[in-house]
């Protein structure tokens, strides 16, 4: 997405270099100030959840109506998460990629991704709600900041960006993303 989108990453990378500068590497300590880079996590977390499904399938103990639907007892249901981050009744333009859609009018997140808002729950909802949401959070903030501290990534020669998706044990890219990867010439 980067890549596909370089104004983006370019938003980024001036946010990396106002938080931190160039003179010294990013820690975790940098992550909370990185409102923008938030941000684009939770767009790349709506457009392309790891878990489409909500991986686990919930089974109904007793005969239940959800929305006017009946659902009888022993059913197993999946959770489409990717439709709901993806419909045009909850998003606007969902197909756009657009991280300005998590700043409200004062520049603050405006939607929390952890479960209490359904129009986004890449780590699903509820008592079987992903317990590793917080430490993956950091971790993917921390390593893409990182990287993009260090490197600006471009487009292989002509070629396009593939998003093509492949669901195995988490969605993933059907084929490897190839990139062009400059040096941003930090000091470590
Ligand atoms: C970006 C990274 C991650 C995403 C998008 C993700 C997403 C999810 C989702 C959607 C579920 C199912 C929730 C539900 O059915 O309501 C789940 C469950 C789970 N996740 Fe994650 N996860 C991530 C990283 C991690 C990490 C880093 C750990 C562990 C350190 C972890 C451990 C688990 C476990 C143990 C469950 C099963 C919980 C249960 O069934 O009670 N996940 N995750």
């Known amino acids: 997405r980067l890549v596909l989108h370089p104004q983006v990453q370019q938003k ?47 089974l109904s103990v007793s005969d239940t109506l959800v929305d006017g639907y009946h659902i009888p007892k022993g059913t197993t249901a999946m959770v489409n998460m990717w439709a709901i981050m993806r419909d045009p009744h909850v998003w606007v333009r969902p197909l756009e990629f657009n991280p300005e859609r998590f700043f409200n009018n004062c520049n603050n997140m405006d939607i929390s991704i952890w479960g209490s808002d359904l129009r986004i729950a890449p780590f699903g909802s509820g008592r079987r709600t992903c317990p590793g949401q917080n430490l993956a959070m950091t971790t993917v903030t921390y390593w893409v900041a990182s990287l993009l501290q260090k490197f600006q990534f471009g487009r292989w020669g002509e070629s396009s960006i593939d998003l093509s998706e492949m669901l195995r044990l988490s969605c993933e890219m059907a084929n490897p993303l190839m990139v062009r990867i400059h040096s941003r010439k930090v000091c470590s």
């Not at 106002?18 to 880079?37: N, W």
């Open 12 to 58: 980024v990378h001036e946010e990396i270099d106002t938080v931190v500068g160039r003179s010294r590497l990013l820690t975790e300590y940098d992550l909370t100030e990185m409102v923008y880079l938030t941000a684009v996590i939770k767009e790349v977390l709506r457009l392309h959840p790891p878990g489409p499904l909500l991986s686990w399938a919930r």
